[in-house]
């Protein structure tokens, strides 16, 4: 009887017990709970050529980023001269409040953030002139339901990052394009640590400059399908309708976003955006 029933316990406890592979839970610091905007948030009085920050999370955050990089767009474009509104809120994206910008910065947005409406607006401002910068997790979801926005906007899908426990490794940016303010005083080669985004192909058409590209040799392109040989772009603009997109895959860590390079490029990706020829 003791045997007999040592082993029912066993059975019941093998059968409460989670799978030896499962996943373990999601942090919800770095995965919130999706949420869709629909009342837009109440923008300030602003000078003209203000800039928009948004850093909407319904995929992956990094909080500690996400601040720091607003704190430093938010230092920059007050240094510039323009007036500045940040917000989580997506359904900034309207066309009344759009017009209020002449630059959007998509600070590691992440998932879907936007609907039919919103989509529409934000597009809709681009094409007709509107500048937008793309910081890091704002290209960098695995996939996206709105086609537009990888094969138009950033022309290129992003495939994945150096991961652990190399995710974090010392390489080499090749600044190709000085013609850009973003780039215009940055070295030739450019040697920083950071987690390398890889995309499924080099971006084309649309007025495509790339502006930066990252030398493989100089780190360990981990796992071995983040490779993409050369060219590898880090750093590209593209002309979309009358507009401007400036996407840089850099700044993973909130520390980044106190190096002096960093905030230059940053600074001159705003200014870029902000003009109005692509």
Aim: charged share 20%; hydrophobic share 40%; glycine share 8%.
């Amino acid at each position: 009887m003791m045997l007999r029933a040592a082993l029912v316990l066993a059975i019941a406890l093998q059968a409460t017990a989670p799978a030896p592979d499962a996943s373990p839970p999601r942090d919800p610091r770095n995965w919130p709970t999706p949420v869709m905007d629909t009342v837009p948030p109440t923008v300030p009085a602003l000078r003209k050529g203000a800039v928009l920050v948004l850093s909407k999370t319904n995929g992956f955050r990094d909080p500690d980023q996400i601040a720091a990089a607003n704190k430093a767009v938010g230092e920059i474009v007050r240094g510039i001269g323009y007036d500045i509104f940040v917000t989580e809120n997506a359904a900034v994206m309207n066309p009344r409040d759009l017009a209020r910008f002449s630059v959007v910065v998509l600070n590691s947005t992440s998932g879907t953030i936007f609907d039919d409406k919103q989509r529409a607006a934000f597009k809709t401002w681009i094409e007709q002139g509107g500048g937008v910068v793309l910081l890091h997790g704002a290209g960098g979801d695995p996939s996206y339901d709105w086609a537009w926005y990888p094969q138009v906007l950033i022309g290129a899908q992003f495939i994945g990052h150096t991961g652990r426990p190399k995710q974090f490794q010392q390489g080499t940016i090749d600044v190709i394009d000085r013609s850009n303010p973003a780039t215009r005083d940055l070295p030739a080669k450019w040697v920083r640590t950071e987690e390398w985004y890889s995309f499924d192909r080099v971006p084309t058409g649309y007025g495509t400059r790339i502006l930066a590209t990252l030398d493989e040799t100089s780190y360990e392109p981990f796992p071995e399908r983040v490779r993409m040989g050369s060219p590898h772009p880090i750093i590209w603009t593209r002309c979309i309708g009358k507009g401007r997109m400036f996407f840089s895959a850099l700044g993973h860590k909130a520390e980044t976003y106190a190096e002096p390079l960093h905030r230059k490029l940053i600074a001159g990706a705003i200014r870029w955006a902000a003009g109005r020829k692509c």
